[in-house]
């Protein structure tokens, strides 16, 4: 096999793979009472803490409008809540009921996470660098196309 076709066949792969991340993430959220966008939206919230409205606007791309309902769907819910700051009792965060958040989706993650972390340490040394190395490359294109547009 040629380095083109190499080259073809893992960025062939790795859509494959982003495609059915969604898929599975879509059925996740499904089974676990929400939206397949409201659920990968809670999860800005488990990687970044308690985010402005306006923060979490410019993550998801969302109009403040739409950012209000998804709080009021996720406040509802007993995931997040509002919290106001105490020098500007203007400026508003939403902090995430972390605990909350992780209980209702470790069912539904544990066995993937498990399975994950078995199929990572099946792998040599050097090829989990040769992974790392990848994924991090990978990962700064998309932030670096993201960047590109906003």
Do not use: C, W
């Not at 659920?39 to 606007?57: R, V, W």
């Amino acid at each position: 096999m040629t380095q083109d076709e190499q080259v073809l066949e893992i960025r062939k792969l790795s859509q494959k793979y982003a495609y059915n991340s969604i898929e599975m993430h879509t059925g996740i959220a499904k089974k676990a009472g929400f939206s397949g966008t409201d659920h990968k939206y809670l999860g800005f919230f488990l990687q970044k803490g308690k985010l402005t409205p306006g923060e979490l606007a410019e993550l998801t791309g969302l109009t403040t409008g739409s950012v209000t309902a998804l709080i009021d769907r996720f406040e509802k819910k007993s995931l997040v809540h509002r919290e106001h700051d105490s020098v500007d009792r203007r400026k508003v965060f939403i902090v995430p009921k972390r605990e909350k958040i992780m209980a209702l989706m470790k069912p539904f993650y544990q066995t993937f996470q498990d399975e994950t972390e078995k199929l990572i340490a099946s792998f040599t040394s050097e090829e989990r660098k040769t992974i790392k190395a990848y994924l991090t490359k990978a990962l700064q294109l998309t932030d670096d196309t993201l960047g590109k547009l906003k």
